[in-house]
Each structure stands twice: as structure tokens, then as C-alpha cells.
């Protein structure tokens, strides 16, 4: 049984409306369920690996995921209508039954992941919304490593650890960012 495609358009990075208008895009890709699960998954995915605790990195809360979530959000004010449309589905989504734990935060597997969503961005995505992307996914993690709750406030930014910086290199390697 084929899986229902999920259709997808892109526009070039910095493309003006015309007319007070959206411009049509220029480059109509078309991402099967399984590629757009992919996509929008990775995301939360990379939340709780980058909040998961490991050796050489602090334990982390509440206000790290917040941090995460908040980091997701910003996607709609990116300048790529791919970034924006994962957003918008990941909001859209049905709350359904997690995933296994382990299945979330295993960087093993979170890494695959990446370079898996990186080889659908390079067949389907116009390479502005791919870079988007992929810079997006980084971000949301650094903001999880950067985190710390503070007195009074929701979280502050603070220098990464040694593993926090290793993480996010591997994330980043993982991205085709590095």
C-alpha cells in the first residue's frame, strides 16, 4: 500500500511578495507521510535528547523543555515556507500515544534520524528551505543546552558544558551543518 503524499511548496529565501501578496512559489516538492513524519518528528525528538541527561551534562527540567518548545515556535517567524509548515503540523498534531522513551532519546538513533532528514531535504527541498531547516533543528537543541532556570524566570542562557558542546556537534555533523 503506498503511503498518501503530503504535498509541499517552496519559495527562495528572500523572495518579495508581490502586491501586497505571498508569491507563488517556485519549486513544488512532494514529501511522502512517512518523510513528512520525519520532518516534523525530529524536532521534539531532538527536544528530549537535548534535555536528557548524560555524562558531563547537568539534569535538566521544566524550564529546558519550555526553552525547546519556545525554540520550535520561532520556526513560524523563519523565512522558509517549509520551516513554517512543520511548525504549523507539529501544532496541528492529535496528542496520540508517545513514543517509547528510549526511542526519543537515543542519540544513536536521533543522529540516524538527522542524516535520514537530510538526504529527504536534499531530494525534495529547495536547498534555501533545507538549510532553514536544518539550521532550525540546531537551534531548538542549543536553546535546550543554553537553558537554566532561574528565580523568578522561565530560563536564562548559560555557556555550554564541554558534552553540551559535543552534543551539538555531533547534532550539527548529523545536520550536514559542519
Known amino acids: 500500500m503506498l503511503a498518501p503524499e503530503v504535498p509541499m511548496s517552496h519559495s527562495v529565501a528572500g523572495e518579495p511578495p508581490s502586491a501586497g501578496r505571498r508569491a507563488a512559489p517556485l519549486t513544488t516538492a512532494v514529501y511522502s507521510a512517512a518523510e513528512w513524519d520525519l520532518l516534523t518528528g525530529l524536532p521534539g525528538r531532538v527536544i528530549v535528547a537535548a534535555a536528557s541527561p548524560g555524562p558531563g551534562r547537568a539534569v535538566r527540567g521544566v524550564a529546558e523543555g519550555l526553552a525547546g518548545l519556545d525554540a520550535v515556535a520561532a520556526g513560524r517567524a523563519f523565512d522558509s515556507d517549509l520551516v513554517?509548515?512543520?511548525v504549523a503540523a507539529i501544532y496541528a498534531r492529535h496528542d496520540g500515544p508517545p513514543?517509547?522513551?528510549?526511542?526519543?532519546t537515543d542519540?544513536?538513533?536521533?543522529?540516524?534520524?538527522?542524516?535520514a532528514a537530510v538526504r529527504v531535504?536534499?531530494?525534495?527541498?529547495d536547498p534555501a528551505d533545507s538549510a532553514?531547516?536544518?539550521?532550525?533543528?540546531?537551534?531548538?537543541?542549543a536553546r535546550?543546552?543554553?537553558?537554566?532556570?532561574?528565580?523568578?524566570?522561565r530560563s536564562?542562557?548559560?555557556p555550554l558544558s564541554?558534552?553540551?558542546?559535543?552534543?551539538?556537534e555531533r547534532l550539527g555533523g548529523a545536520l550536514g551543518l559542519r
Open 84 to 86: 513554517r509548515a512543520v
Open 99 to 104: 513514543a517509547p522513551a528510549e526511542r526519543l
Open 107 to 115: 542519540l544513536v538513533d536521533l543522529l540516524s534520524a538527522c542524516r
Open 121 to 125: 531535504l536534499e531530494r525534495r527541498a
Open 132 to 141: 532553514a531547516y536544518r539550521q532550525w533543528v540546531q537551534s531548538v537543541a
Open 144 to 153: 535546550v543546552c543554553r537553558a537554566v532556570p532561574t528565580p523568578g524566570e
Open 156 to 158: 536564562a542562557e548559560h
Open 162 to 168: 564541554p558534552a553540551d558542546r559535543r552534543f551539538l
